[in-house]
Every structure is written in C-alpha cells, then in structure tokens.
C-alpha cells in the first residue's frame, strides 16, 4: 500500500495558472458532453429508429451517473487523494468517448454515456475539492470565477463545431472532439498537477464517518442555501440543453448550423456572467453577489415566459432571456459551489459529492420532463425554464440572505471532532 506524504511534508501547492488550467478542462469535461452534442439530438431518432423519450435518454443517463459518481468518488478521493481519482476518471471518459464511436444501436451509445459521466464526476468532485484544498471560499471563488471564464470559450464554440460536424461528420464526429479533449485532460494531470490533499482521512470509506460525514453536511442551513442556487441554476440551464434544438430547429425553424450559432450566442453570458462575477466577489462578497444575480434571472425568466405567452415566438424572444438567464448562471455557480463546500475544509468531498447529486438528481428529472412534455411549442420550455427563475430568485434572496454566511470555525471544529 502506496504511503502519503504528511503535512510536514506535502509538495508546494502548484501555481495558480496550473490550477486554472486544470479546473477549465476538469469543470470543461460537463459543458463540452453536452453542448458538442447537441445540434445532432434531432437526427438521432431516425437514424436509430427510436422515439425522442428514448434519445433523451442520453442526456439524462449522463447526468444521473455524473451525480451518483460523485457520492462515491467524494469519499474515495478524500481516502486515496485527489490525483489518483483524477487519472482514473479521466481514462475512463476518454475511452467511453472512444467507444461511442461505434455504437451500432442506441442502447450501447446510452451505455457509453453513462460510462463518460463516471468519469466527468470524477473530474468535477475532484476539481471543486482541490479548490477547497488550497484556498480559503472567497480565494476559491475569485480562481473559479477565473476558470469559468476562460472555460465558458467551451459552451460557446462547442455548439457551432458541434453543428458543423454534425453537417459534415455526423453525430460520430462530436465523440471523436470528446476523446481527444479526454486525452489532453489526461496528459495535463498526469503532467502538471501534484497531489493537493495534505491530509487523507483513513476513515473516509467506513460506513459510520461516511454517515456521520454526510449527516454533518446535510444539516448545515448554509449547504442546502448554496446547494438550492447551485441546483436550481442549472436545472433552469438544463432544461434549456435538453429542449432548445428541438424547439429552435423543429418549432422555430433554424438549421443545425444556425442553432450552433445561437446556442453560442446565449452560453456567451456565461463568459461574461463568469468575468463580472471575479469583479463582484471581492468588492460584494459571495452573499450580495448571488443576490444581485438572482434580481437579473428573475428578469430573464419574466421576459421569456412573457413573450411566449403574449404570442412572440421568435428565435430571439428565446435566445436573449436565455441569454441574461446564462449571464446569471455565470455568477450564481461559482459562488453557489464554492459556498456549499466552504464550510467543510475537513469533508470538502463529501460536501462536493452530495451538493453535486442532488443538483444532478434534478437535472435528470428535468430532462425526462423535457422530453415528455414536449408538445410542438415553445411553452413547455420557456414556461419551465420562467419556473426555476421564481426559484432560484426565493433561494438565492431568502436562503442565501438568511443562512449563507461562514459558520465560525469554532462552531465547525467542534462539529467537525465529534466522529473521528
């Protein structure tokens, strides 16, 4: 068995710009799964003859065992470390991408899916827990802002190269991206990034601290706060990447490429959401900056249920409230997973594991909702997505304003030295 180092002896942490680049192609593994694929949703019911429930299938199967992964992984990684985690993951997401190549029948695509959202929950555990490795909540939150910046380039072009394979390669071209960017994140942990967990917890995979480690985090007022704005966001995304090609190609009238374009143009606020959020931060802090946000989703979500209701239904009455609706997400998430993980320095990977289940949890839901309420109009999504905004609005104003600010340490310690 493998020794670790102690305290006294751990590596230097890496350099901040290591860091950034690790966290834009681990936190980079969940848009770019999602958005490459997306312009070839429409075709793949004809090509494998299946119905539209079924092909939502491999959004949905993705994300519930990107969130169950992380129940397991948090606590694996809190035992063994965050680096073998990571390499583990990462081959597992590029070979289940290598093998969605030649999928002859639908149910081996699902199959593979389910095997890349193993190992994004991999990378995403790790990457939020590393975060709580080596910074305080609002250092972290200023360096994941400072990611998700240069990371929100992925949900911006991967829709418009995701519509310009599916035009010219079909739907096996957008796998064939995903392996290769599996690969690249594999060289670069493998390559650059030391071990960041100084203190592994031996007892991170015993049944009774693994509950008690749970029951501590599901108790703290200030987890649930965080974790419904973190939750809520991106269910309100979610139902948005699971239902804006077929409402946009097939209601609204816009091609593959076209829709690339405008998916491209509403992730763009999340680029820019993600740059205003390093700014708000530090002059707001993580509370008033999550309240300010939610003011702007609830705008998006008025605007977007209003417009389809008094009859607009225009590619641009959908894609500019979604568009303020992602500026939104881009400020709401950083803080909203940085926060649910801060006051958990001793269980950041649990703390990261169960706030990721239960946000993936619903997005699942959603996107079995999406794909069963469909109807031929706009209604079904941008009503739903005008639902999650009220939402988010009451989590982040009410929640968030009541019980989001740091628990004292002593409090936590005392808590923390309970079970050991």
């Not at 890496?14 to 997306?38: E, I, N």
């Not at 985690?85 to 002859?104: E, F, H, K, N, R």
């Not at 959401?273 to 707001?284: F, M, W």
């Amino acid at each position: 068995m493998s020794s670790t180092p102690s305290p006294a002896h751990a590596p230097a942490p890496p350099p901040t710009g290591v860091v950034v680049l690790a966290l834009m192609l681990l936190l980079g593994t969940q848009p770019v799964s999602t958005d490459l694929y997306l312009p070839s949703l429409p075709s793949l019911p004809g090509l494998f003859g299946v119905p539209l429930t079924t092909v939502q299938l491999t959004l949905s199967v993705l994300v519930i065992s990107f969130g169950a992964g992380q129940l397991v992984l948090g606590p694996v990684a809190d035992r063994f470390g965050r680096r073998p985690v990571l390499l583990g993951g990462l081959a597992l997401y590029t070979l289940a991408s290598a093998v969605a190549l030649g999928s002859p029948h639908i149910a081996w695509l699902i199959a593979c899916r389910a095997g890349q959202g193993l190992g994004m929950a991999a990378c995403v555990v790790c990457a939020r827990a590393m975060l709580r490795d080596l910074y305080d909540p609002a250092q972290g939150a200023h360096v994941m802002a400072r990611a998700a910046t240069w990371m929100g380039i992925l949900p911006v072009a991967g829709p418009i190269l995701g519509g310009y394979l599916e035009t010219t390669l079909g739907w096996r071209g957008a796998f064939g991206v995903l392996t290769l960017f599996g690969a690249t994140g594999l060289a670069v942990i493998a390559l650059r990034l030391p071990e960041t967990l100084r203190q592994p917890n031996p007892a991170a995979l015993q049944l009774r601290p693994l509950l008690h480690n749970w029951r501590v985090v599901l108790t703290h007022r200030g987890f649930w706060a965080y974790t419904a704005v973190s939750s809520f966001t991106y269910a309100g995304l979610f139902c948005f990447i699971a239902g804006s090609s077929f409402v946009m190609i097939d209601v609204l009238g816009l091609s593959r490429r076209e829709y690339g374009f405008a998916f491209a143009f509403v992730t763009s606020g999340f680029l820019i959401g993600s740059a205003l959020c390093r700014r708000l931060v530090p002059r707001l802090g993580m509370v008033r900056s999550i309240r300010v946000a939610a003011f702007v989703s609830l705008g998006a979500g008025v605007a977007m249920a209003g417009l389809a209701l008094a009859g607009v239904h225009h590619p641009l009455a959908l894609m500019v409230p979604a568009f303020v609706y992602t500026l939104a997400h881009g400020i709401h998430q950083p803080c909203a997973q940085v926060g649910a993980v801060g006051p958990f320095p001793t269980r950041a990977g649990a703390a990261t594991a169960l706030s990721g289940f239960l946000s993936m949890a619903l997005a699942f839901g959603m996107g079995y909702w999406m794909g069963w309420s469909y109807d031929g109009t706009v209604y079904p999504l941008t009503l739903t997505i005008a639902f999650w905004c009220f939402a988010l609005a009451f989590a982040a104003l009410v929640g968030v304003g009541r019980h989001g600010h740091p628990t004292p340490a002593t409090a936590l310690e005392a808590r923390d030295n309970t079970v050991r």
